[in-house]
C-alpha cells in the first residue's frame, strides 16, 4: 500500500486554474503533491476527512512590503488568511542591497527600523532567509528606490551616467542571485526626479532574463493614463513583462474613471501587462501633506513624533490642536495614513477584470494598519464572491493562484496538480470571511481552516504551528 505523509480525504477540490471543483482525496509527501483524485489505497502519517470543504492551491500575495519580517517570524497575519507565498521588494522599496545604517527615507521606513536593513546584496538577504527561515515562501524584487538611495547623495535629481551604472552592476548581481525582477515607486519623492532614461537603463538589465517589471506608477490620480503610457514603454524597451502595483482611480475627481483605465490596459497584449488590486476602497502609505484633502477620512497608523496617536482621524487631530489639517499631517511627520480616496464602484470594477491579481499591500510595520494586512484574501472569498457574487470562488481563487504563478513565473506553485509544492489551503466556503476592519484592524480571519506550506501543517485551528516551512522562490530562467 503506499504511504505519504498527509492525506486529506473527501475534500472540494479547486485546483486553481477557474475550472470546475471535483471530490476526491489529495496525497502529500516530501513536500509535494504525489496524488490527486479517488483512491482510498493509501496509508499516511496524518489523514484528515475534509468533510467537503474546499482544498485550493496556497494563496500567493503578489504586493507585499514582508521584507524584513518574512525573516524568522511567524507570519500570522499572512499564513491566518491562507497565504503560502509572498512577492516582496514592491513600490521600488526592497531589504537588499541595501547598507546597515541606512537612510530611511520615505518610503522604505515603511520596511522596518534601520538597524533591521543588514543585508549589502541580495545574496545576503537570500542567506539570511535560508538560515533564519521563514513561515511563507519568499520571492523578491529590487526596489529602485533602494538601489538610489545607496548610490545617489541627493535623491531629488535624476542619477549620473557612473551612478546608474553602479545600480545596473547591483542589479545584475540580484537578478543572477534570483531576484523576480526590478520595482519602483516613481509617485514617491524619493524616486519622482528619476526621468523615464534613468529606469529604461536599469530595465535594460532584465532584457533577456524571465525577469518582470513591477511598478507602483508615477500618478494613479489625474495623469495616470500617462503613467501607464510609461510603464508600457519601459517594459517594451526592455521586452518584460510588466506588473502595474495596486490599481487604482485614486481622489475624488478622478472616480468612475475605471472603464477608461482598463480599457488602455486591455489595448496591450496580456503578455506584456498585468496587475494586481487590493479589495478595498481605501489606501495606506506614508502620510503625505500633498495629498491631505479635507473632503476624504484620512486615519494615522503611526506617527514617530505622536506614537499615542495611531488609529486617531487626521480631521479630529487637527481639531484638537486648533489646526488645520494640513498644519497637523506636517507635525505628525514622519507617520503613515489611510486614506479613503477611491470609489467602490472603481475598485469592483478593477477586481473583476480576468488579468487582475490579489495583492494585499499590506504594512506590517503599522502600529494601527489598513484591515487589508489581515483581512484581504477572506475579503475576496467572502464579501466579493460568496456575498456580492462579483465572480464564483473558483475565479476568485485562480486570482490568488495561478495568475500570479504564471505571472511571476513562479513554477510548480499556484495550481493543485501531481508533482507540484504541496502549498495548500483547506477552507470552509460557506463561512470565510475578513474580520479585521477599519476599527478593529489586526483580527485573523474566520473559515481558514489548515495552511500547509511544502507540505508542512503551518495553520491550523486559528493558530500558527509555529513552523518555518517556507523556501526563497528564486527566479528560474
Not at 551616467?161 to 531576484?179: D, F, K, P, Q, Y
Not at 485614486?250 to 474613471?257: C, L
Not at 483605465?261 to 489595448?267: G, H, K, P, W, Y
Request: hydrophobic share 40%; aromatic share 6%.
Amino acid at each position: 500500500m503506499p504511504h505519504c505523509d498527509t492525506l486529506i480525504s473527501n475534500v472540494q477540490i479547486l485546483d486553481g486554474t477557474g475550472g470546475e471543483p471535483f471530490y476526491g482525496s489529495v496525497a502529500i509527501g516530501n513536500g509535494v503533491i504525489e496524488r490527486i483524485g479517488e483512491f482510498s489505497n493509501y496509508s499516511a502519517e496524518q489523514i484528515i476527512d475534509a468533510h467537503g470543504k474546499v482544498l485550493a492551491p496556497g494563496f500567493i500575495d503578489t504586493h507585499t512590503h514582508d521584507d524584513l519580517c518574512a525573516i524568522g517570524k511567524e507570519m500570522l497575519p499572512k499564513i491566518s488568511q491562507g497565504v503560502t507565498t509572498v512577492i516582496v521588494g514592491n513600490c521600488g522599496i526592497s531589504a537588499a542591497p541595501v547598507k546597515n545604517n541606512a537612510r530611511l527615507v520615505p518610503p522604505l521606513n515603511l520596511l522596518g527600523a534601520a538597524d533591521a536593513f543588514r543585508y549589502p546584496s541580495f545574496r545576503d538577504y537570500v542567506a539570511a532567509l535560508h538560515d533564519q527561515g521563514s513561515a511563507v515562501n519568499v520571492a523578491a524584487l529590487v526596489g529602485h528606490t533602494s538601489l538610489r538611495n545607496e548610490v545617489l547623495s541627493k535623491l531629488d535629481r535624476a542619477a549620473s551616467a557612473s551612478e546608474t551604472a553602479v545600480m545596473r552592476a547591483r542589479l545584475e548581481e540580484s537578478i543572477e542571485h534570483g531576484a523576480l525582477g526590478l520595482s519602483t515607486g516613481l509617485a514617491y519623492s524619493a524616486a519622482h526626479s528619476a526621468p523615464t532614461e534613468e529606469v529604461l537603463a536599469l530595465a535594460e538589465v532584465l532584457t533577456g532574463t524571465t525577469a518582470v517589471y513591477a511598478t507602483h506608477v508615477r500618478t494613479e490620480s489625474d495623469g495616470v493614463l500617462d503613467a501607464i503610457d510609461e510603464a508600457v514603454r519601459i517594459g517594451k524597451h526592455a521586452d518584460v513583462p510588466v506588473v502595474i502595483s495596486h490599481l487604482k482611480c485614486a481622489g475624488i475627481k478622478n472616480w468612475q474613471r475605471s472603464a477608461e483605465l482598463l480599457a488602455r490596459l486591455d489595448s496591450e497584449p496580456e503578455r506584456l501587462v498585468g496587475w494586481d488590486a487590493y479589495p478595498y476602497a481605501a489606501s495606506s502609505t506614508i502620510l503625505d501633506p500633498t495629498q491631505v484633502d479635507e473632503r476624504i477620512e484620512i486615519l494615522i497608523t503611526w506617527s514617530s513624533s505622536h506614537s499615542e496617536l495611531a488609529g486617531k482621524k487626521l480631521a479630529e487631530i487637527a481639531t484638537r490642536w486648533g489646526v488645520s489639517p494640513l498644519k497637523a499631517a506636517e507635525r505628525l511627520q514622519p507617520a503613515g495614513a489611510i486614506y479613503h480616496s477611491m470609489s467602490e464602484a472603481d475598485v469592483r470594477a478593477i477586481l473583476v477584470h480576468p488579468r487582475t491579481m490579489i495583492g494585499s499591500d499590506g504594512l506590517p510595520n503599522d502600529e494601527f494598519p489598513h484591515p487589508r494586512l489581515w483581512g484581504t484574501f477572506p475579503r475576496v472569498l467572502g464579501h466579493y464572491s460568496r456575498e456580492q457574487r462579483l465572480f464564483p470562488n473558483t475565479e476568485a481563487i485562480r486570482k490568488m493562484t495561478s495568475l500570479p504563478a504564471e505571472r511571476f513565473g513562479l513554477k510548480d506553485r499556484g495550481i493543485l496538480r501531481e508533482g507540484y509544492a504541496a502549498d495548500l489551503v483547506l477552507l470552509d466556503a460557506a463561512v470565510v470571511a475578513d474580520v479585521a476592519d477599519f476599527s478593529d484592524p489586526m483580527q485573523p480571519a474566520i473559515g481558514i481552516e489548515a495552511v500547509w506550506v511544502n507540505g508542512i501543517l503551518s495553520y491550523s485551528n486559528q493558530v500558527s504551528t509555529g513552523k518555518r516551512a517556507g523556501r526563497f522562490l528564486a527566479r528560474q530562467g
